[in-house]
């Protein structure tokens, strides 16, 4: 009876999640302001030639009337210096940063956005990576429709590309349900974390908060732990549309992206109690359902019950999927649901033990 209760308490809180979720991503979207804000476009790169020769022509023919392109060359062994240098000299919108020295006790990544940052000339800046492509030409300009003057961070989507394979196939489809929680509860009015590939926020926020102060040390944390710290219902918006995506470059190997994942999964440590708590909740939850739930249900007298159950919450997030998505503005393969369900949960049965004993997880050096 306790582990059939169990069966049914692991299925409702799931339910519930989803229809949250999917109640959030029904609500329409904030009305966009119409003031034009200048903005500050800033890049990290540590080895990103290649990557900056097809991402600086897509952001310098954004259309913003008002813009710059700031590319922090972060300690480079190749000649992204030389490249920069180059391209810095047929724009004036393009400015570069260097960082010859990291202090030992401040994450290189972190050590160079501040960098970028206090070089800003303007108050709103935007920030994504060298291995990311903007959906098209109105991303500055759809990320500064929420900009208004309320208004201090602004949260936008990142999707993976789309390949062949199913490790392609499992990384967006976690990136997707990242999104949904994300930018799902801040529509609520719970922000907690956004991605640094497409986020912005006021320079006076940074300057006036001590920057990355409080977590200076811990690699990573440098978009989520960010917004989880300053972020607040009433000063947050949330970007949703094709035009505002900033589209990331997949890992290619099971091994890279677990690495990858480990690192936001110890970074979550820190976050707030009460946001470790409804993300636990949601993750743990998700786990049991797979390895207590759904195995214990063809043992229990009420086992039409639970499959019946367990069926509606895959109906739920393969709707959930199919809405959130395509307001988000790119599709996913409903269909690809169920088998990634399945590994989605077995996934974090061996990255979240793995991420509550790891105390530092490699960042590029």
């Known amino acids: ?75 480079c062994n190749d000649s992204t210096y030389d490249f920069l240098l180059s391209a810095t000299k047929l724009d004036s919108r393009l400015r570069m940063v260097r960082v010859v020295h990291k202090p030992d006790h401040v994450s290189g990544k972190k050590f160079a956005l501040t960098l970028g ?10 920030l994504t990576d060298a291995d990311c492509r903007p959906a098209g030409n109105k991303w500055i300009a759809s990320m500064n429709a929420l900009m208004t003057d309320h208004t201090n961070i602004v949260l936008g989507f990142s999707p993976y590309i789309k390949s062949q394979g199913l490790l392609n196939s499992f990384i967006r489809l976690e990136s997707f349900l990242t999104g949904i ?21 006021r320079k006076s926020l940074f300057l006036d908060n001590k920057g990355f102060n409080s977590h200076l040390g811990i690699v990573g944390g440098d978009d989520d732990l960010f917004v989880n710290q300053h972020a607040v219902g009433a000063d947050t918006n949330i970007c949703i549309g094709k035009g505002s995506l900033m589209r990331s470059l997949p890992k290619t190997t099971w091994n890279e992206y677990y690495i990858q994942k480990l690192r936001h999964l110890v970074v979550g440590k820190s976050y707030k109690f009460s946001d470790k708590i409804i993300l636990g909740t949601f993750s743990l939850t998700w786990v049991l359902t797979w ?18 159950a367990f069926l509606f919450r895959w109906v739920l997030l393969i709707f959930l999927f199919r809405k959130a998505s395509r307001k988000l503005g790119e599709p996913f393969e409903e269909w ?12 974090y049965l061996v990255t979240g033990p793995m991420a509550l004993v790891s105390k530092k997880v490699r960042w590029k050096s």
């Not at 030639?49 to 310098?60: A, G, I």
């Not at 929680?181 to 926020?201: D, T």
């Not at 169920?338 to 590994?343: S, T």
């Open 117 to 126: 940052i206090k070089a800003a000339r303007y108050d709103w800046v935007l």
């Open 181 to 201: 929680q994300f930018m799902g509860l801040a529509i609520l009015g719970k922000p907690y974390m956004g991605v640094g590939r497409n986020l912005a926020y």
């Open 336 to 347: 690809k649901v169920p088998l990634l369900d399945f590994i989605y949960a077995f996934y």
């Open 1 to 75: 009876m306790i582990l059939t209760i169990l069966c049914f308490a692991l299925l409702g809180i799931q339910i519930v999640y989803f229809s949250f979720f999917f109640v959030a991503f029904l609500k329409k979207n904030k009305p966009a302001g119409n003031a034009i804000k200048p903005v500050s476009v800033i890049v990290c790169a540590h080895d990103e030639e290649n990557n900056l020769r097809e991402l600086l022509p897509l952001l310098l023919a954004q259309d913003h009337p008002e813009f710059e392109v700031i590319i922090v060359e972060d300690r």
């Open 291 to 308: 390895t207590i739930a759904l195995p214990y249900s063809f043992f229990s007298p009420l086992m039409d019950w639970i499959l019946i």
